[in-house]
């Protein structure tokens, strides 16, 4: 296993005038839950599109899985945009169908039992699904590929926060056995704090902290206090 499925090294993206990332430096060790973290517009979805190869940095360089981003990595990268809809007039069973003819390493079976445990209707057309039932579509259509890398762009939106802890539950049970390496970016950490092992805190398109969560707890005590600290100026209380 290569020992950093991410790297960045002086990365800058602009639209424009607007800075989306700022000479970014950061490496992400292969293998574990990463949280990208940060408030609205500090640069986790542009971050996740230059892994993705839809991005391309304006300076700096960028590898993930040990290359540039580009079709070849991506056949190994399970992405969840954000904003992810599907067709409404497809049922869940049809989407996980598309799933298995087009994804690769996806597993009808696996996507079948994560159903299950998130409750969705298989015959139920999305088109009248709840935003949150969506939402589960579009996760499992990532969770069911056996990728070495699963990137998931706030994945949680939409759901509410009882389903949204027991997808946590079944995601750290799923996780545990497995030797994926996994980035999921949110600005709402506290229902989803035990799910990361290693923390990657954005500001203005910088790392401004990154390392082993139980670090960051141990630095800064709990999550209200690590944003109140690093994101004075956004946080709110
Ligand atoms: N296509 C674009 N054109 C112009 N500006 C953009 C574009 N995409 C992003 N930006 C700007 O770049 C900055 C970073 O945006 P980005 O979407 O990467 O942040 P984010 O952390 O994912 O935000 P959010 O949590 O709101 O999704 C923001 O100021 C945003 O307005």
Known sequence: MIPNIVECHQVTKRYGQKIALDRLELAIPAGRITGILGPNGCGKSTLFRTLTGMVRPDEGRVEVLGKTPGWRTNQSIAYLPDRARWYPNHTARQALEWGNSFLPGFSMERAIQLADEMEIDLDMRVGG??????????????????????VL???????????????????????????????????????????????????????????????????????????RKLYAKEWND
């Open 153 to 227: 762009d706030e994945p949680f939106t939409g759901i509410d926060v009882m389903s949204r802890e027991a997808i946590v539950a079944s995601l750290i049970d799923f996780l545990e056995e497995s030797e994926q390496s996994i980035l999921i970016s949110t600005h709402d950490i506290q229902e989803v704090e035990g799910l990361f092992d290693y923390t990657v805190m954005l500001k203005e398109g910088r790392a401004i902290w990154s390392g082993n969560s139980e670090d960051l707890r141990a630095e800064y005590g709990s999550l209200r206090n690590v944003f």
């Open 129 to 150: 699904m709840s935003k949150g039932q969506e939402a589960r579509i579009m996760l499992i259509l990532c969770l069911a590929r056996d990728v070495d890398l699963v």
